[in-house]
Antibody
Framework: EVQLLESGGGLVQPGGSLRLSCAASGFTFSDYGMSWVRQAPGKGLEWVSAISGSGSDTFYADSVKGRFTISRDNSKNTLYLQMNSLRAEDTAGYYC????????????WGQGTLVTVSS | QSALTQPASVSGSPGQSITISCTGTSSDVGSYNLVSWYQQHPGKAPKVMIYEVTKRPSGVSSRFSGSKSGNTASLTISGLQAEDEADYYCCSYAGSGTRVFGGGTRLTVL
């Protein structure tokens, strides 16, 4: 059974940093691209970032480019999102999701971890 | 990377059919047959209902179907059931590894 479990969310001040993790199980992690999608409280889904199965290719939404870094450790079956220079508008639930190929859809989602950026 | 346009809300009675539209541009919806639709119940993670415009994952009811014409994709739900009440989001590949979501549509089953 595919499982994705996010962790690392919490309260951080504006300008601060946070690293999210997503532990994957139930599939060969390195065979799949992965992605982060966020959802501000009461708002819609926003694609944040994606990474290829090998980790060699990374992609970002304009809203986070230069501030967030996606990475993965295939030996630990774990996806990461390093978030720097956080802003109030980054407050959201962050989901990790498995993607079918670099351009494909999100076929499995985690339950999300909440990030709150506030002073 | 502008969001795709969806109606904020739609409603229908049990047994009826509804269609949710998703309008993008020639850079996303119009360029790729890579539109997917997600259902999200309150407090839950999204679930894929349609991918690659028309394909249905195993386990998803055949009452859900997708289509596309030009820059607009659509999700149709036939034989509405109470359990279909949820938020629905479209998503399109937009090139260079990026994706764009629609603003979401709240479906109310009357």
């Amino acid at each position: 059974e595919v499982q994705l479990l996010e962790s690392g969310g919490g309260l951080v001040q504006p300008g601060g940093s946070l690293r999210l993790s997503c532990a994957a199980s139930g599939f060969t992690f390195s065979d799949y691209g992965m992605s982060w999608v966020r959802q501000a409280p009461g708002k819609g889904l926003e694609w944040v970032s994606a990474i290829s199965g090998s980790g060699s290719d990374t992609f970002y939404a304009d809203s986070v480019k230069g501030r967030f870094t996606i990475s993965r450790d295939n030996s630990k079956n774990t996806l990461y999102l390093q978030m720097n220079s956080l802003r109030a508008e980054d407050t959201a639930g962050y989901y990790c999701a498995r993607i079918i190929a670099v351009a494909g859809h999100f076929d499995y989602w985690g339950q999300g971890t909440l990030v709150t950026v506030s002073s | 990377q502008s969001a795709l346009t969806q109606p904020a809300s739609v409603s229908g009675s049990p047994g009826q059919s509804i269609t949710i539209s998703c309008t993008g541009t020639s850079s996303d919806v119009g360029s790729y047959n890579l539109v997917s639709w997600y259902q999200q119940h309150p407090g839950k993670a999204p679930k894929v209902m349609i991918y690659e415009v028309t394909k249905r994952p195993s386990g998803v009811s055949s009452r859900f179907s997708g289509s596309k014409s030009g820059n607009t994709a659509s999700l149709t739900i036939s034989g509405l059931q109470a359990e279909d009440e949820a938020d629905y989001y479209c998503c399109s590949y937009a090139g260079s590894g990026t994706r764009v979501f629609g603003g979401g549509t709240r479906l109310t089953v009357l």
